[in-house]
C-alpha cells in the first residue's frame, strides 16, 4: 500500500497522512511515513516532541549524506548510480505511532543555488521506497503541485487530494487531479476535510460532481482537533474524536480499494 497525500497548504492533510501512517500500522503493516512537505511537522503528528521533530535534519539538507551519494569529485557532474537502501536504515525515525519517518525536506529554488544532487537523492529514495520496498509507505507532500510536477509521486496505488470548501483549495485540488491524471495515475480521491455542515459539504460534493473528482469522504472539523495541537499534542492518540475516527476508516477503505 503506498498512498500521497496533497493539497493547498493548511487544508489539513498532514493530518490525514498520519492518521493514515498509524491506521496502516495498527493493522499489522510496517510502515514508512515520508515528510516531503516544505514545511515538515508529520513528526508531530506521529507522536514526536516538537523538541525531537526540531533535530530532525532532512535529507535535502544533510549535506555529508548528500555528497557521499552523488560527488564524482568534480564541480557540477553528480555520481546519479548510487544505493540508498543505508538511507531508511540510518535516516528513518521510530515514532510513538508505530511508524518510521523519513523527513526528505524539499527542493527549493534554484535561486537558492544549485540542488541537482539533493533532487537525484529524493527521486532515487522515493522510487526504493515506493517501487522495490514492501511497506506500507504514506507521503505527505508538500503543498501544492510540486511533486505531481516533478514526477516524484506517479507510482503510488492511490493520491488523496485534500480539500475543505474554500475554492481556492478546491481549485487547487482539481489542478492536481488534472496533472496527476494527466501523468497516469489512476486512483485518484478526494477527501473533503473540516467539513462542518451540510452546505459545507453539498459545496464540495458538487465541485467534485461538475469536475470529474471522485470523492472518497467527507472528515468532520473536529475541535478537539485545534485544542490538541493548541498543546503541542497529537490528535492522533484519541481515537474517540470523529476526525480520528473518519481518517481510520479511509485507511480501510483504501485497503480495500487496492486489495
Sequence with gaps: ???????KGGVGKTLIAGGLAKGFAERGLKTIAIDAD???????TLGLSAEETRKIV???????????????GFNSVFNLNFTVDDIVKDYSIATPMGVNLIVMGTVQAMEAGCMCAPNAVIRALLRYLVVERN?????????????????TARQVDALLIIADSNLKSLEIAKHIHDLASKAG?????????RVMNDTQKEAIQSFADKNGLSLLSFVPYDQKVIEADMLGETPLKNKEMPAVKTIDNICELLLKKTA
Design 185 to 193: 495515475m489512476k486512483q485518484l480521491y478526494l477527501i473533503g476535510n
Design 1 to 7: 500500500m503506498k498512498v500521497a497525500v496533497a493539497g
Design 135 to 151: 511497506e506500507a509507505v504514506v507521503m505527505d507532500l508538500e503543498a501544492g503541485v510540486e511533486h505531481i510536477g516533478r514526477g
Design 58 to 72: 532532512p535529507i535535502t539538507e544533510n549535506k555529508p549524506l548528500v555528497e557521499s551519494k552523488t560527488s564524482t
Design 38 to 44: 516544505s514545511s515538515p511537522n508529520l513528526g508531530l
